[in-house]
């Protein structure tokens, strides 16, 4: 990542993408109806993914600020969202004490989710 954006997540649901060296706000995205737990870029920093307490994964288009997806197959809040490497997946985690595996163009479910016994999961890394 080159550092020219940044990007925040609010309690009341709002995201804000941020340039980093004016300190202007770019873009505003407003979709997720709770607090935004976790964001990540991409790997080629072209789309983002954003994860919410209202159980949703939402997928972004960081140009236009278009939503492209929004998944809503968790449980439970969605509390982390990792991208694979080459960008062609997606892994979620959520409250619902499973992983979830995403193809990243289409948004379609990859695998059985992942049982994380006995805990909401917090963490996820692709590599």
């Known amino acids: 990542m080159d550092g020219r954006q940044i990007v925040s997540g609010a309690n009341d649901g709002e995201i804000i993408i941020w340039d980093a060296d004016t300190k ?33 994964l939402k997928i972004w288009n960081v140009d236009t600020g278009k939503l492209v997806f929004d998944i809503d197959d968790h449980l439970g809040g969605v509390r982390t969202v990792a991208f694979s490497p080459n960008r ?27 049982s994380q016994r006995n805990s909401a999961l917090d963490s996820l890394v692709s590599r």
Do not use: M, Y
């Not at 995205?29 to 949703?56: N, Q």
């Not at 997606?90 to 479910?109: E, F, H, M, P």
């Open 24 to 56: 202007e706000i770019i873009r505003s995205l407003s979709h997720h109806t709770d607090r935004v737990i976790c964001i990540r870029f991409s790997p080629d920093e072209k789309t983002l993914a954003s994860a919410s307490e209202d159980g949703t």
């Open 88 to 114: 062609t997946k997606l892994a979620s985690g959520s409250n619902d004490q499973t992983v979830r595996i995403w193809n990243a163009v289409t948004a379609k479910q990859q695998t059985q989710p992942l």
